[in-house]
């Protein structure tokens, strides 16, 4: 219950769940932003009606072999756990609250210096 409500204390401080589903949203729009503008080297095989906030799942449909190096390039960056479920594939960006908005910003300009390297 004390971790509970330390928890507690600080969505509050963050302003309560508006302000956590602001956050959520532009985390993800960004994130969203950077698939979708990359001209096809990024997709999400998620309809954009139904996708989420807190995982967003993507793949490198032209150069899937490069899935593998994506991730052990982003490991070394200290971008974690990006490797997408075993029965989907490709990687998978868990951003959930805890995630700040600059972890977000790090991944996409990754992704981007990736793409520019691999394209």
Not at 99 to 115: A, H, I, N, R
């Amino acid at each position: 219950i004390y971790v509970c409500g330390l928890v507690f204390q600080q969505l509050l401080k963050l302003g309560g769940l508006d302000g956590a589903r602001d956050r959520n949203v532009k985390k993800a729009s960004l994130l969203y932003d950077t698939i979708s503008n990359s001209n096809g080297f990024y997709f999400s095989p998620v309809e954009e009606s139904v996708r989420s906030k807190m995982n967003v799942p993507f793949t490198i449909p032209s150069k899937p072999e490069l899935e593998k190096t994506f991730v052990a390039e982003a490991t070394a960056a200290k971008l974690l756990e990006l490797k997408g479920h075993r029965s989907v594939g490709g990687m998978r960006a868990s951003i959930y609250n805890a995630m700040p908005y600059e972890g977000v910003e790090k991944l996409c300009t990754f992704m981007k210096e990736f793409q520019s390297k691999n394209a």
